[in-house]
Every structure is written in C-alpha cells, then in structure tokens.
C-alpha cells in the first residue's frame, strides 16, 4: 500500500481509503468486521463514515473494529454529520451549532475514541450561514474533539466561501473535500479540482465505480441481476442504461485483459491516479468485493489506456450523473 499527502496537512493517508456506508446494512456487522479488519491488514489507513450510515449503526461497527485491532492511533478517522440519524426532532439535523456539538459527542460515543481525525460537513445546508457551521467546527478542534474540518459535495464556490470566512474570521479552514467523481462523471474536472489544487486541499472521491455500474454487472439488453442497485426502469438507473455508458464498460472490459484485471480495479486504478486526486473512497459489501477492488493498487494504465477512456469518457462531461445536488424549499428530504 502506498501513501499520499492528505492535502497541505502532512499527514499520509493510504492510496486507497474504505468506505462504509454499506456497514450494518447490505453488510451485517460480521460481514462488516471481516471487511474492517482485511482493510487494516491490506495497509489502509484511512476509515470514512457518517452518523447517519445504517442509523449510526456503521460508526458503532467501526468502533468496534477499532478496538479490536487496537489500531486507533494508527487510523486516520473521518466521519460525518448533517443528515437526520433518527426521530422528528427538527433540530437534529443541519450544519448548525446545536446539531454540530450534539452530532459530535455522538459520533464519538459510537467510534469508542476521545477524537474525530476528519470531521466532514456531509452536504451544505442553504438554510444556514457558513460561518456559523465553521465557528461551531472550529470550537470542537481548539477543544481537542476535532482534528481537521472538511466537506462533501460541495460545489467550488461553497469551498472558497467558507475559505474567505475562515480567513477572515481567523478559523480553522477545511481541508479536504469528498466529490461524486467517476469515469461516468468527470464534472468536478472543470473547477472542483484546480479549486483543490490551487488550496492545497486532498480529494476523497466517492462512487468510484458508479454505484456498480462501472464493475460489468449489467450487460446491454438485459435484466439488472437480483439485488442490484439500479433499475433500467426507473430512478437513476435510467440514465446509466444508454449506450454511451456502455461504451466505457466495453473500454474497461478491454484494458481489464489486458492486465489479468477486472473492470472495477482498472476504473478504480484510473480514478487514484488523476490530477489532485488523494484517495478514492471504496465501499464493499462483501469481503470478496474488498479483495477485488485493493488489486487496484497493483495495476497501472499506460498513456495509451488512459487516452482510450478519455475517448469513451471525455474529460469535464458527465455520461450518467450519478449525484444530482437538489435545493429545494426544505433541504432534508433525504
């Protein structure tokens, strides 16, 4: 496992950082454990999740996981808050003070640790001033609670707003963002990623394999296999069933034999490796998908495969938006 400078912090992080959003859900905790533990002895150090992942339930199991490897120390740990965890309450939810410190002291319950190494706004709230959100973040780094600060899908401008807020306010600034970024959307090309590099700040990609699409799974003109996340029918399995999004499964098809591979490890090997890039975020249901995806590690694409994707995939578009940011009159309709 190789390691990376998470942005202008100095810490390194592994080229690879597991997900676990699928941690006491599609992965029951024993399942999830195995996941946890194969991730630490594969050299991953570093763990992202959210207090609203399975209800909390993902935290507690990273927790656990944690423990049981007595690797604490050795983790970089990030999570996340401002989606509703569970109940009515309107309050316990959103990027406000209230909610920030309350969210915190939770997430800390749950991990079994005395601090957070990551702490991540998991989307902007429109409802809420930025400065409010970082001086509540700010507060629980100077208390020792907190690490570093980040964001995820946030757009370019939202980052160097609260960029221009900690610098005139004297706060911490955050330092890393987690955007949507796959062969199937390259979006974040355009400004998201100069904005980063320009800032010094990492890039934790999520999605990296399209939700699944990008593994081979689905075949043209043919059923989604039981259990699949997209529908051809409905949703936002619609817009990946097009034949332009074929089209890069058939390109990772061909560099996958090239290299004894599978498509998921040459999409994910290709995602590591772009500019400003620090470490995809991989999200495995199952043991078997995590041994797949760390042989991503192993494999490098030459300039004649990179220049094969970009034909399929061109650079800044978007074939299947796979994350569509909705502002409408209430934010929390998740």
């Known amino acids: 496992m190789n390691y990376r400078s998470f942005g202008r912090t100095g810490v390194q992080v592994s080229e690879l950082c597991l997900g676990t959003m699928m941690f006491g859900g599609p992965a029951d905790e024993d399942e999830s454990l195995r996941i946890a533990h194969a991730a630490l002895e594969a050299g991953i150090n570093l763990i992202d999740t959210a207090d609203s992942y399975s209800k909390g339930r993902a935290e507690e199991i990273v927790g656990r996981a944690l423990a049981e490897s007595g690797r604490r120390e050795r983790v970089v740990l990030a999570t996340k808050f401002h989606g509703p965890v569970d109940g009515r309450d309107p309050n316990a939810r ?21 601090w957070i190494d990551l702490y991540q706004i998991h989307r902007p709230d429109p409802l809420v001033p930025i400065d409010e959100t970082l001086r509540a973040l700010d507060d629980l780094v100077r208390a020792g609670k907190v ?30 963002e987690q955007p949507p970024y796959h062969l199937l959307d390259r979006r974040v090309e355009r400004e998201l990623i100069p904005m980063a590099q320009t800032f010094g700040m990492a890039i934790l990609p999520w999605s990296p394999l399209a939700g699944g699409f990008l593994t081979g799974k689905y075949k043209r003109g043919a059923s989604a296999p039981a259990g699949a996340r997209f529908d051809e029918s409905a949703g936002r399995g619609a817009i990946h069933f097009s034949e332009p999004a074929f089209a890069v499964v058939d390109a990772l098809h061909t560099i996958a034999r090239n290299h004894a591979a599978t498509p998921s490890q040459v999409a994910v090997s290709w995602l590591s490796n772009r500019p400003g890039v620090t470490s995809p975020i991989v999200g495995p ?8 995806v760390v042989g991503a590690t192993r494999l490098s694409l ?10 399929v995939a061109p650079p800044g578009r978007a074939i299947a938006p796979y994350y569509q940011a909705a502002f409408g009159p209430h934010p929390y309709r998740w």
């Open 285 to 292: 249901r199952t043991l078997d998908q995590f041994e797949e």
């Open 94 to 114: 959103g990027n406000h003070r209230r909610h920030i410190v309350a969210a915190c002291e939770a997430s800390l319950r749950r991990l079994q640790t005395d």
């Open 147 to 176: 690490r570093y600060i980040g964001t995820s899908t946030f757009a370019a401008w939202q980052i160097v707003e609260s960029l221009w807020a900690s610098k005139e306010l004297g706060l911490n600034r955050v330092v890393c």
């Open 302 to 311: 030459d300039q004649d495969e990179t220049r094969a994707l970009d034909v």
